[in-house]
């Protein structure tokens, strides 16, 4: 096997999962703005210090996809000293492109010299996400192509650096679209990229997929039962996602801490003979609940650490089928 395929196999093994704590500035201060707190770099590094040293977090954490400006502060050596993989995103944003609201992925130019640098302070795999809304003419196979070359480029240039690229095409919960016109969107988008992929000889063994689980829009009122999403998204990713692939990392979206760890049980109870990992990349859905209890106070820190213990603790049972509402209350 190759250093990328151990990689990503390490990242995805064991159960574990990934923390996304790699909010860029203007997301970060919309998470602080709501507990009223200052976006300054002294109170980002005093939260993301919080996450990373809280005992125990190991046994259910695998790696921690960095900002740029939390890497740079040398905290991926604190990951690292307690056996957690760094990883970063390396996109720089989304930027809208027509007028339909479409968006395309920045970050290309300057990325391999960026890439070299980040393999020198410890930087083991990268992420990057290309979004995907789902409209009455959205998303345009214009687009689904574009963002695919983008991710296929960003994945080929991660590989010959050595870094492990997470390939992230995210289908957005916006909207009130049902679980049938998310699952047609959701194919179209993998069978682009995977297309893609491939005609960029991209080595499928050393990557990582962070994709949405099929889901309906925020604004549909009838909601699918937990078993519902499960069948719906196994079934995209079993004609979608070739077998090479060692895992599959979903991002949480719109979905709140609880309904991310049910449909991610759900996933693995339903999955029979899947050849991935089916894990989590979840940002939101592990910390919203942590930065709350927190409310930037120092005195709230071994409280709030607990609370981010137990979400971890939730989605890797829920990676081995196993949580349940039981284990929920048990914080």
Known sequence: MSALGETAQKLVADHKGILAADESLPTIQ???DLIGLENTLENRKAYRELLFTTPGMGEYISGVILFDETLR???GKILQDTGVTPGVKVDLGVVEINSKGEKITQGLDGLPERLKEYVGLGVKFAKWRAVFKIGSDTPSQTMIEANAHSLAQYAALCQQAGIVPIVEPEVLMDGDHDLAKCEDVTRAVLTAVFVTLQDYQVDLSGILLKPNMVVVGKETTSKPSSTEIAESTLS???????????????LSGGMTPEESSVNLNAINQNKKNAPWGLSFSFGRALQEPVLKAWNGKEENKEKAQAIFLHRCKMNYLARKGEYTAEAEKEI
């Not at 995209?236 to 979903?250: D, E, M």
């Open 30 to 32: 919309k998470r602080f």
């Open 73 to 75: 502060a040398g905290l």
């Open 236 to 250: 995209v990713l079993s004609r979608c996602v070739p077998a090479q692939v060692p895992g599959i990392v979903f």
